[in-house]
């Protein structure tokens, strides 16, 4: 199946500093970008969908001046958290769909483990 | 609002022991039903899926079947092998609802020799 990769695997960051979390398409064009958020022992939460060249929609009570969503090429997503509070440790997970496809041919980036010290 | 509940894990068995991880669905309309497999440090992955009532998803012996009457969507397998050890995603999609897919909050299996 398709690839995609989600980079850094882990990160720990100080309060207050920004975090940047790339999810890259290796081996096909993803029009469709989802990012979702997990908190322990619960489900994985759609946070936003980013489309290639256009703003990024995002879900009710989804802070978009907190989670900056960028889908700048049809291969490269990132999401930066801004400003980073320990309530944001979380994992975070994106998504792709191929192009002029729909979310059952979705494929997952292996996540992210967030933690804000 | 559409939602979806899984049973509580960690499920815990003993290899080839039968497993059921149990799913049922809150939606309107008739929602796209999955499983995904997320293995020990790895991305999701799809196992399987059904569309419509009735249809059966099947792959790698798991199974699961589109039971509307009961709106589950229950994870099933023979025979489980140490290898089958990860967490279990169960979720659903509607056309309508721009590619959102809604997951269940996972099952964790754990497989022992």
């Known amino acids: 199946g398709a690839v995609v990769s989600q980079h850094p695997s882990r990160v720990i960051c100080k309060s207050g500093t920004s975090v940047k979390i790339e999810c890259r398409s290796l081996?096909?064009?993803?029009?469709?970008m989802f990012w979702y958020r997990q908190f322990p022992k619960q489900s994985l939460m759609l946070m936003a969908t980013?489309?290639?060249?256009?703003?990024?929609?995002?879900e009710q009570g989804v802070e978009k001046d907190k989670f900056l969503i960028n889908h700048a090429s049809l291969t490269l997503s990132t999401l930066t958290v801004t400003s980073a509070h320990p309530e944001d440790s979380s994992f975070y997970i994106c998504?792709?769909?191929?192009?002029?496809?729909?979310?059952?041919?979705?494929?997952f980036g292996q996540g992210t483990r967030l933690t804000v010290v | 609002g559409d939602s979806v509940t899984q049973m509580e894990g960690p499920v815990t068995l003993s290899e080839e022991a039968f497993l059921t991880i149990n799913c049922t669905y809150t939606?309107?309309?008739?929602?796209?039903l999955f499983w995904y497999v997320q293995y020990p440090g790895e991305g999701l992955q799809l196992l399987l899926k059904?569309?419509?009532?009735?249809d059966k998803g099947s792959n790698k012996g798991f199974e699961a079947t589109y039971r509307k009457e009961t709106t589950s969507f229950h994870l099933e397998k023979g025979s489980v092998q140490v290898s089958d050890s990860a967490v279990y995603f169960c979720?659903?999609?509607?056309?309508?609802?721009?590619?959102?897919?809604?997951f269940g909050s996972g099952t964790r299996l754990l497989v022992r020799p």
């Open positions: 980013s489309n290639e060249g256009s703003k990024a929609t995002y």
């Open positions: 979720a659903l999609y509607r056309m309508d609802s721009s590619y959102k897919l809604i």
């Open positions: 059904a569309t419509k009532a009735d």
């Open positions: 081996d096909f064009q993803a029009t469709t």
């Open positions: 939606a309107t309309g008739y929602p796209s």
């Open positions: 998504s792709a769909g191929m192009t002029g496809g729909i979310s059952t041919e979705a494929f």
